[in-house]
């Protein structure tokens, strides 16, 4: 055995398949996990509501890292655990800088997403993250903001990732989330914060920690991990931070790694 006491896995690229769904294997090894006293803790820049229904399975010691690491949930009891919210003057200092790059920006709290504009790239988010949008004007009619977003083309995105963290510094966590989706969060949110808090709560320690990733986004995960397993579509600065290969997320490159690295 390991000595792994919780595992960290990214959805989009990794737990879920080109068709964003789970494999039968793949919910039978969290499953099996969960049931042997294995943390497990799903991080993504999709929300509760669309982790849940993406992956059909509430027990004991699942948690989400949820929207981009703004907070930790815990399914089985139905609450947050942990949250970070955007500052009010952050959040529209960072919409204002958003909007620079003449593409859809979003405001968001828990489930609920406000968009400041309507065009087939809004219609295409909506689908394959499960969200539904009001429109904003101002982000200050908002009620509260975890997170400001930028939809765009990647080229488009790895431009304003670049300078947005030129511009806030250590102001604001800047996550390159997808390649279709930028997230501005609280200095304190971020899949890493998040997973640190949660390993606290917990008392695990990184070298108890396993994380499985592909993209950019996933590389605070693999810092607060000693196992650090890349998927095989994963892009090139997962592929060299990783301590252990898998398949792709569609020949089941989850199932496989946790069948080698917490074995039954």
């Given at each position: 055995?390991?000595?792994?006491?919780?595992?960290?896995?990214d959805l989009d690229g990794t737990l879920l398949d080109s068709r964003q769904q789970v494999s039968a294997r793949s919910l039978a090894a969290l499953q099996r996990l969960l049931d042997a006293g294995v943390i497990v803790a799903l991080a993504t820049a999709r929300d509760r509501a669309s982790i849940a229904g993406r992956v059909p399975l509430v027990m004991?010691?699942?948690?989400?890292?949820?929207?981009?690491?703004a907070m930790v949930y815990e399914p089985a009891v139905g609450a947050i655990s942990w949250a970070e919210m955007l500052p009010p003057g952050l959040a529209a200092e960072a919409v204002a800088f958003l909007r620079r790059y003449d593409e859809p920006?979003?405001?968001?709290?828990?489930?609920?997403?406000?968009?400041?504009?309507?065009?087939?790239?809004?219609?295409?988010?909506?689908?394959?993250?499960?969200?539904?949008?009001?429109?904003?004007?101002?982000?200050?009619?908002?009620?509260?903001?975890?997170?400001?977003?930028?939809?765009a083309p990647r080229l488009v995105l790895e431009q304003a990732a670049r300078e947005a963290i030129v511009a806030f510094g250590d102001r604001a966590s800047?996550?390159?989330?997808?390649?279709?989706?930028?997230?501005?969060?609280?200095?304190?949110?971020?899949?890493?914060p998040a997973l640190a808090w949660l390993q606290a709560?917990?008392?695990?320690?990184?070298?108890?920690?396993?994380?499985?990733g592909d993209y950019d986004s996933d590389l605070p995960l693999f810092a607060a991990a000693g196992y650090r397993v890349a998927m095989a579509n994963g892009v090139a600065a997962i592929q060299a931070a990783a301590t252990h290969?898998?398949?792709?997320?569609?020949?089941?490159?989850?199932?496989?790694?946790l069948d080698m690295l917490v074995p039954a």
């Open positions: 055995m390991t000595g792994i006491r919780l595992v960290t896995i004991r010691g699942l948690y989400y890292i949820a929207s981009g690491g920006v979003f405001v968001n709290a828990d489930c609920d997403y406000w968009v400041d504009r309507d065009d087939d790239r809004v219609a295409m988010i909506e689908r394959r993250y499960d969200l539904q949008t009001r429109p904003f004007d101002r982000v200050e009619d908002v009620p509260a903001v975890m997170r400001a977003s930028l939809a800047v996550s390159l989330a997808s390649p279709d989706w930028l997230d501005v969060l609280s200095p304190e949110a971020g899949k890493g709560q917990a008392g695990v320690s990184p070298d108890q920690t396993l994380a499985i290969h898998t398949a792709s997320n569609d020949d089941e490159g989850v199932a496989m790694a």
